[in-house]
């Protein structure tokens, strides 16, 4: 079995930080006989957030590369605390060297509580992702305005783009990127959540479901969780669901409620816990840390 692990991360210079802690997570938490090839999708880190980040990362069992990517899509819109880094993970089976068949995409507000090799080893076959189902909005109906007119299913499940996994052999086969970027470009009434909607709308058929503990998108908002968790209880069962929040493979913080920003998260200890780990140990939050990031942070 193939020792090395490759995952792909996008960030811009907002996101370096939690980059590295997630990263830290990743190897923290990997088997001694698996290395990691890590590969930065760089939206605009600045040297010096570059140099913290190796530092982090200064380990025999990890191997760093950085693609620029900085400005590739302009011509995409974007909105709200959205950036442009969103559509980086798009270009991945373009970037990634030939000879590599899969790779797992990661968000950056994140945390690996497990052997991301057991994520590794999963088969792909001859799917083009796999990935979680978003139980927020678990169907396409909910998730991509214009699904009638693409002719698919109102009741199709529909994933978060925040952990996948790539068959780069069938995404090259297929030109599937080029094909998702034209969906983004084409003018439309409404789209929802950028990426995500795109990569929904162009493999709602083309995509294997993962254990829904390998994304278990947490919300420090109660009102969202409470959405979150109803979902997850109608659709999984209330023994599973609970073994799921309780027992996560990964944890995704995925509303704007940041545990690096949000002062009284309450998984703060936890991402402090792993921040430790990296060469910004010892951060933590204050108000004029929150003030920035709110002032020049956008999603990624």
């Not at 990569?199 to 969202?224: G, Q, R, T």
């Not at 979150?228 to 309780?246: A, P, Y």
Request: one cysteine or more; a positive charge; charged letters at 25%.
């Amino acid at each position: 079995m193939n020792s090395n692990i490759t995952v792909v991360c996008a960030a811009d210079n907002n996101y370096a930080m939690p980059l590295a802690v997630t990263a830290c997570s990743i190897l923290k938490n990997l088997t001694a006989d698996r290395k990691l090839n890590l590969y930065v999708l760089d939206g605009g880190i600045e040297p010096r957030n570059i140099d913290k980040l190796l530092q982090s990362l200064n380990s025999p069992r990890c191997n760093v590369k950085f693609a620029d990517t900085k400005g590739l899509f302009r011509e995409v819109p974007t909105y709200g605390h959205f950036s442009e880094a969103i559509f980086h993970r798009l270009l991945i089976p373009e970037l990634m060297p030939k000879d590599l068949h899969k790779v797992i995409y990661l968000d950056c507000d994140l945390l690996v509580l497990t052997d991301i090799g057991e994520l590794w080893n999963i088969e792909i076959g001859d799917r083009h992702l796999l990935a979680v189902r978003d139980f927020s909005m678990p169907t396409i109906s909910k998730g991509v305005p214009n699904h009638q007119e693409l002719g698919i299913p109102a009741t199709s499940k529909y994933f978060n783009s925040g952990v996948l996994v790539f068959n780069l052999d069938k995404w090259r086969e297929d030109n599937t990127s080029s094909k998702i970027i034209e969906y983004l470009t084409k003018p439309r009434e409404h789209t929802l959540f950028g990426d995500q909607e795109a990569l929904n709308a162009m493999l709602w058929d083309k995509w294997s479901e993962l254990d829904p503990k390998w994304n278990y998108l947490f919300h420090e908002s109660s009102k969202l969780e409470r959405v979150f968790v109803d979902s997850l209880k109608e659709i999984c069962g209330e023994f599973n669901c609970q073994d799921i929040i309780n027992n996560p493979y990964i944890i995704h913080f995925a509303d704007n409620r940041k545990p690096w920003l949000w002062r009284r998260h309450s998984r703060k200890q936890l991402f402090y816990k792993y921040l430790d780990l990296t060469a910004w140990s010892g951060w933590r939050r204050s108000l004029w840390r929150a003030g920035l990031y709110r002032l020049q942070g956008k999603r990624i």
